[in-house]
């Protein structure tokens, strides 16, 4: 289904979670951390306010089998160094956030066991907006490695409303590699608060795995742009009409390909200052390709959204109706 932001808002593509650890399901005999960062006097009070952040985290492991092998792998003792640098910056029109992190393990590991050691993890994450009076412009990357054999807890997986979101991968990362995990997001909004304005988009991200990954991980690959035109019919009602093409490849055995082109109009409805509706009629049609045989799905969707806001929360509902590779769906 066609999804269009209404206010230049770009939700985190689940691909940049890293992977679940297993040494923290595990069940470790002896562990501790201690965490601490430095801020050095670069902040600036007012507009234009620089800050720079270094972190240092450390954690000790030790327990017993704690790849969960069988038969088991014996005792392992790790101390994990995590050091992180952030980058915010604010003016009036613009923002701009950067961060690097890295890690540093170390310890006695039996001998066949799939942890790595040395510097592992890396991270790069960059994300960047600028307003002018009626355009607003916005870039959100991130870049992280995570070995398959490692995982976060759960809450790790979260998107821009921190509901939880899975990877695709998620149920196959019991194995051996490296994870590497990439997303890059862009935005323009013009004509914001203007009789005619447009919402161009375009999103990049995958999933690749390296060093002697398992077979059963198969790299994912996708793309997506659009483009919308907004028509501000009065001061409470904005018409507009969408377009959105997305291209998703996985290197499994099939060759599994599936290229989606959607059309949407509809209109946004302020009701008033705490309640909102949207209502949207459109046109799918997605063509799947797998080991070279193509079939093609399409025909009509729809979405009826209300929302209103309330003093000790929000009261939502939904109704859609998508069409995807097993047919109409509501």
Known sequence: MLSLCRNGDSSNNP???????KAGILKATAAGGLAFAFVPALAQEGEGGLVMVFGVDQRFEAGDNL????????????????L????????????????????????????????????????????YTREAPRARL??????????????PPLSSFTDSNGQIVLPPDFGDLQDTGTRQAYYFDT?????????LGFVFDASVRGISYADGASANLNDVFRYSYGIETRVRMSQVVTGFVGYEMSHF?????????????????????????RATLEAAIGYSETDE?????????????????????MPNGAVNANYDRTV????ERQ
């Open 249 to 273: 490849d996985r290197d499994d055995a099939q060759n599994t390909e599936r290229e989606t082109n959607a059309f949407e109009v509809g209109a946004f409805y302020e009701i008033s200052e």
């Open 15 to 21: 691909f940049e979670g890293a992977v679940l650890n």
């Open 67 to 82: 790849a969960l092998e069988n038969p088991e792998e014996g005792t392992t003792a790790i101390a994990t160094t995590t």
């Open 289 to 309: 390709t797998l080991s070279g045989v193509t079939t093609t799905e399409d025909g009509l969707t729809a979405r009826l959204a209300f929302d209103l806001e």
């Open 187 to 195: 935005q323009l909004e013009t004509g914001i608060d203007a009789p």
């Open 324 to 327: 995807d590779q097993d047919g």
């Open 138 to 151: 916005s870039l959100d990357g991130n870049y992280r490695e995570s070995d398959v054999a490692f995982l």
């Open 84 to 127: 992180s640098f952030d980058l915010t910056s604010d003016t009036r029109t613009q923002s701009l956030a950067f961060g690097l992190q890295g890690k540093l393990r170390g310890g006695e590991i039996p001998s066949g066991s799939d942890i790595d050691t040395g510097f592992v993890e890396p991270r790069v994450s960059l994300s």
